[in-house]
């Protein structure tokens, strides 16, 4: 299966801006996609096809990468953004998801 | 506006069988993927399979075969999730997720099931 591996955890101040790294074990080409999951809810989308903003989500949100390596990035960081982060690839079967990286807002 | 609602918690013993549910409503159910995912507490997302609103077709996680079954109900816009020979690493929080083709954009509340005597 493919491996996606993201940093745990990460801590910012709000207005800063926020990279969260996915590193996959191969090629994933663009079938990547990030999700948003805060506690006792479900994961929402945020950036599908490794640079796409799904419809509603602030253009504070932004993706980029191909192949292994791929970054969300949120510029500026808001307090509403304390979540944990998902990237998710699909070019593999089966899809798999990261760890997930957890944002905290100092 | 696009709906999931799956099924209420479930307290099942080990060895049972359990059915989870999650109607939709809101688009066109037989023009899209439904797939169902599987977290267990503080852990890792899982993809267990998807299945095809139109016509049944099914596509599961190697990981999941012979655990899991997908079907739907075309009639009421439902998709079901039938998970058998239940033990502890059952237990979790089970996720219907419509399915645009590579991604999924609207995801059910969840359904969390717990395994145990």
């Known amino acids: 299966d493919t491996v996606l591996t993201q940093s745990p955890a990460l801590a910012v101040s709000p207005g800063e801006r926020v990279t969260i790294s996915c590193r996959a074990s191969e090629s994933v080409s663009t079938l990547m996609h990030w999700y948003q999951q805060k506690p006792g809810q479900q994961p929402t989308l945020l950036i599908y096809?490794?640079?796409n903003l799904e419809s509603g989500v602030p253009a504070r949100f932004s993706g980029s990468g191909s192949g292994t390596d791929f970054t969300l990035t949120i510029d500026p960081v808001e307090a509403d953004d304390t979540a944990t982060y998902y990237c998710?690839?699909?070019?593999?079967?089966?899809?798999?998801f990261g760890g997930g990286t957890k944002l905290e807002l100092k | 506006e696009v709906q999931l609602q799956q099924s209420g918690a479930e307290l099942v013993k080990p060895g049972a069988s359990v059915k989870l549910s999650c109607k939709t409503s809101?688009?066109?159910?037989?023009?899209?993927?439904m797939s169902w995912l599987k977290q267990m507490p503080g852990q890792n997302i899982e993809w267990i399979g998807n299945i095809y609103g139109g016509n049944g077709g099914t596509g599961y996680n190697q990981k999941f075969k012979g655990k899991a079954t997908l079907t739907v109900d075309k009639s009421s816009s439902t998709a079901y999730m039938d998970l058998s020979s239940l033990t502890s690493e059952d237990s979790a929080v089970y996720f219907c997720?419509?399915?645009?083709?590579?991604?999924?954009?609207?995801w059910g509340p969840g359904t969390m099931v717990t395994v145990s005597s």
């Open positions: 998710q690839q699909s070019w593999n079967d089966p899809w798999t």
């Open positions: 096809l490794a640079s």
């Open positions: 809101g688009y066109t159910f037989s023009n899209y993927y």
């Open positions: 997720a419509r399915g645009d083709d590579w991604y999924f954009d609207f």
